[in-house]
């Protein structure tokens, strides 16, 4: 395991969102090192907003606590909002010297002078260069130019950007052999390292307590739940059409919701009795869900961000020994053993029948053991031996 060195991560959102796969690495580097999760910077129309609703005043945003810890050495750290993004060209200079100097200080008190610097989309990309890095990490987690609701010209810019990050990062991990194959260029394949998606088995092993969520244990069973992004990477319409053929199942949908591009479709879903949508729940409940579900459901739309995906939730219903149906993706596939693929309707339907009436202890068993090599612990030991060989090269 790697130890003793400081990480500074950019996120693309607040430590306190839904948990993804950065929030376990994180947590799980900070046992024997310095981490510092920066959280994204805010904008100018963010603060001219909060300052015409007098949320704040300018003398507030300077006397503001930026870093805060979370838990032993780990730390979050809040950009200053003095110092936001936008504005005309001497403004966003200005604001980017303001930033990069509040955080070098922030980080000199915590004795982090060379940290490894992680960047983890395309929108962290003017902070590449604010810190002198021991080790240039680039995290690709998604395939950024896959995102529905980019236009051309936004998308023309983040596929420059990433071509700029991964010639500027000594380290590239990417979480699916798709986006290795789709990214990794003839000539940098060799900083490229494949790291995808695992479940935490202190939460989700066999011996684990399980708290049944009050909004659960009031609930119809079966229960066929999902969760994570709620949003137009989801067959919304395939759902509706399970809830309506059998009312007498309960669907719960579970997590972050982002309505651009499907509001309409998800607001007809969750208008059925049998349709629930929970809020996203803080990372250390999310088990105590998963595990109180029938089923799991991974109800993709197949597309080009998808199709590039390494599904967390698959991980974890897995490590909850659920049955689990699943969308054609390579992610699932991966798993084909234990994880039934449904294309149409019909067989979404006759697979998830067929599971809720043949499952039984041994079958949980089968599907946890073969996801037990994949702990989000085993995970970073992989990647410590990246990090360590990187180390070496730079």
Known sequence: MI???????????????????????????????????????????QIAASLR???????????????????????????????PLGGPPPVRA?????????????????GIK?????????????????????????????????????????RDSYARRERELIEWADLVVVVSPALLASKAAADQEAKFRLLPNGYDDAAYGAGSPVAQPPELAALPRPILGYV?????????????????????????????????GCGDALDRLVGRANVHLLPAVPGSQVADYVRSFDLGLLPYRVTQETVHASPLKLYEYLGAGLPVVAADVPGAQEFAAVVD????????????????????????????????PHTWDARVRTLSGYLANALESS
Request: charged share 25%; net charge positive; with cysteine.
């Open 3 to 45: 130890s003793g060195e400081g990480f500074v991560y950019f996120g693309p959102e607040p430590w306190d969102s839904m948990w993804r796969n950065r929030h376990h690495l994180m947590t799980r580097l900070a046992r024997t090192n310095k981490v510092v999760y920066v959280e994204p910077r805010p904008y100018v129309h």
């Open 53 to 83: 609703r007098r949320e704040s005043g300018l003398l507030d945003m300077w006397r503001e606590r930026c870093m805060i810890q979370e838990q032993p050495n780990l730390w979050v750290y809040r950009p200053p909002r003095y110092a």
């Open 94 to 110: 200005t604001t980017h010297a303001l930033r990069k100097g509040a955080l070098r200080r922030e980080l000199a008190v915590l």
């Open 114 to 154: 060379r940290p490894i610097v992680w960047i983890s989309t395309p929108t962290q990309f003017d902070a590449r260069l604010d810190l002198p890095a021991r080790l240039r990490v680039y995290h690709i987690v998604d395939d950024y130019l896959a995102y529905h609701d980019l236009a051309a010209a936004r």
């Open 228 to 260: 994570g992004l709620i949003s137009v990477r989801l067959d919304l319409a395939l759902l509706d059409a399970l809830a309506a053929a059998h009312p007498e199942w309960t669907l719960v949908l579970m997590g972050t919701v982002y309505r651009q």
């Open 341 to 372: 693929i449904a294309r149409t309707p019909e067989e979404w339907v006759d697979v998830i029948a067929r599971r809720l009436a043949d499952d039984g202890p041994e079958r949980r068993e089968t599907r946890h053991a073969a996801v037990a």
